[in-house]
């Protein structure tokens, strides 16, 4: 993501969630705890929009997102999406589908690691937005139902189909997919549909201590690792060692890696620059 802006200036208030910032460390929540963080369109709209802001300010090297209440994400508001939708001609349906998935690439292709902090019920877009994440830090209350087919639409919704299987393999892909029955958070670990099970209700803090630890680390090594991990999922191998030897190359001439060794022989600890 480019880090010139135009005319714009930084938004100062976001309205469908709630965000703040910590040396580093960003927590975006989700703020619906009435409606089990039902999204809208625009909360959708705010996380398409926030993320790309937050990566051209370059300050955030590691962000949060969860819920607030007694769940991560039930999915789309029934009413003010579901309903509205049956309204819509096909242009209008394309362009909020569009949305959505800009949602999911934001996350993907933000350069600062993403860790889902996931309690409750994460269902339908909301399992989606976890999966996209980097990292998901969960509880034995989480529950992931990637529900689509439940109301006649495609399994494959927000990039899911993509995804999913990457994370645990096509047989869990197709079952979780097409059947949308909902994954226990110990299911979730055993499949790697989790990145850590953590005791009931310490998901935020082990969400938010993962995130301290890589905000504090060398910030432009985790920013390429994960351009690297996107890149390279549809690269033939060639491709991929070639962009892991250019990667590299760049690297080794960042002030990072000059630190490190510096660290090394004066037995220190690193003092990462993320430059």
């Known amino acids: 993501m480019s880090p010139f802006t135009g005319s714009a200036s930084r938004t100062e ?5 709630r965000l703040t910032v910590d040396a580093g460390v960003a927590t975006v929540t989700l703020d619906r705890p009435d ?26 090297r590691a962000l949060v997102l969860g819920g607030e209440g007694r769940g991560f994400c039930s999915g789309g508001d029934v009413d003010e999406i579901i309903g509205a939708t049956l309204a819509m001609d096909t242009a209008r349906l394309l362009d909020f589908n569009r949305m959505t998935g800009q949602v999911v690439r934001a996350l993907r292709e933000c350069p600062f690691p993403v860790v889902a902090a996931v309690h409750g019920v994460a ?12 990292f998901r830090v969960a509880d034995p209350t ?19 189909a993509y995804l999913l299987p990457r994370v645990v393999g096509l047989g869990h892909a197709t079952r ?10 110990d299911e979730a670990e055993r499949i790697g ?18 995130a301290r630890r890589l905000a504090d680390g060398p910030a432009l090594a985790h920013a390429q690792t994960k351009a690297l991990l996107t890149a ?30 510096a660290a090394f022989t004066g037995r220190r600890p690193p003092r990462w620059q993320g430059r």
């Open 13 to 17: 208030h976001w309205r469908h969630l």
């Open 35 to 60: 409606k089990l963080n039902a999204l809208t369109f625009g909360a959708y709209a705010d996380l398409r929009d926030l993320l790309p802001e937050l990566a051209r300010d370059g300050s955030v």
């Open 123 to 134: 269902a339908g877009a909301g399992a989606v937005l976890a999966l996209a994440a980097d």
């Open 142 to 160: 989480a529950r992931f139902a990637f529900l689509f087919t439940r109301v006649g639409l495609s399994g494959g919704d927000m990039g899911a």
């Open 176 to 185: 979780l997919l097409m059947l949308g029955d909902p994954v226990t958070a």
């Open 193 to 210: 549909l989790i990145s850590r099970l953590c005791a009931e209700g310490e998901a935020h803090q082990a969400a938010h201590a993962l």
């Open 232 to 261: 390279e999922l549809d690269m033939p191998l060639a491709a991929a060692v070639e962009l892991d030897a250019a990667t590299q190359a760049l690297l080794m001439n960042s002030a990072d890696y000059a630190e490190f060794h």
